[in-house]
């Protein structure tokens, strides 16, 4: 079973900077393909970004180039660094892990708590 708990989320302005983290328990942290989601209100949970165990990185066209997703496997934990952020980027961001490569939530069966990020404008 594997554990993750995001932060860093909060409320920031247009323009602003924020970086989320997201800590796993275990010790196979580096063999997993590790995955940032987001759910706005009265949406579907969308894909944002993905780092597979090589640090392969992809990224959703609404968030390319102003996101990058990173991992430390020392630390066990992935990040987000969100810039330039947008009132569109509202949303309950969460962080998923599985051995698989994928960009739907099907594709991931460890999921975190969430973490609200609110941009105002």
């Known amino acids: 079973q594997v554990q993750l708990v995001e932060s860093g989320g909060g409320l920031v302005q247009a323009g602003d900077t924020l970086r989320l983290s997201c800590t796993t328990s275990?010790?196979?942290?580096?063999?997993?393909?590790m995955g940032w989601f987001r759910q706005a209100p009265g949406k579907e949970r969308e894909f944002v970004a993905i780092?597979?165990?090589?640090?392969?990185?992809y990224y959703s066209d609404s968030v390319k180039g102003r996101f990058t997703i990173s991992r430390d496997n020392g630390k066990n934990t992935v990040y987000l660094q969100m810039n330039s952020l947008k009132p569109e980027d509202t949303a309950v961001y969460y962080c998923?892990?599985?051995?698989?490569?994928?960009?739907?939530?099907?594709?991931?069966?460890?999921w975190g708590q969430g973490t609200q990020v609110t941009v105002s404008s």
């Open positions: 998923c892990a599985d051995l698989t490569w994928g960009i739907t939530v099907r594709d991931y069966r460890y």
């Open positions: 275990g010790r196979t942290f580096r063999i997993y393909s």
């Open positions: 780092i597979s165990r090589s640090t392969e990185a």
